[in-house]
Nanobody, 124 residues
């Protein structure tokens, strides 16, 4: 069974940076599309970014383009979301997601596996 474990959340001031990591286990990581979603209090879950199998193509929400970078290391079974120039509106619980057939879709229910989430707090 695939398991995803997020780490790296925390509190930061606006303009600061955080790096989130998602550790994958239970299957062949390189055959899974990986993505990050987030959910802020009182809001719907929101797509953040997705990455393809070799890691040479990403899809990102307009709200994070130019600030967030998504990479993967198929040797370490890890995907990393580098978040720079953080804004208060980026505050949310961030979730890692994985699926073998999702492509770079922004649609959450097309990802079969999910982590438990990691909290990101951004103070103004």
């Amino acid at each position: 069974q695939v398991q995803l474990v997020e780490s790296g959340g925390g509190s930061v001031q606006a303009g600061g940076s955080l790096k989130l990591s998602c550790s994958f286990s239970g299957d062949s990581f390189s055959t899974y599309f990986m993505a990050w979603f987030r959910r802020a209090p009182g809001k719907e879950r929101e797509f953040v970014a997705a990455i393809n199998l070799p890691g040479d193509s990403t899809n990102k929400a307009d709200s994070v383009k130019g600030r967030f970078t998504l990479t993967r290391d198929n040797a370490k079974n890890t995907v990393t979301l580098q978040m720079n120039s953080l804004k208060p509106e980026d505050a949310a619980v961030y979730y890692c997601a994985a699926d073998e057939a999702s492509g770079l879709t922004t649609i959450g229910f097309l990802y079969r596996f999910w982590g438990q989430g990691t909290q990101v707090t951004v103070s103004s």
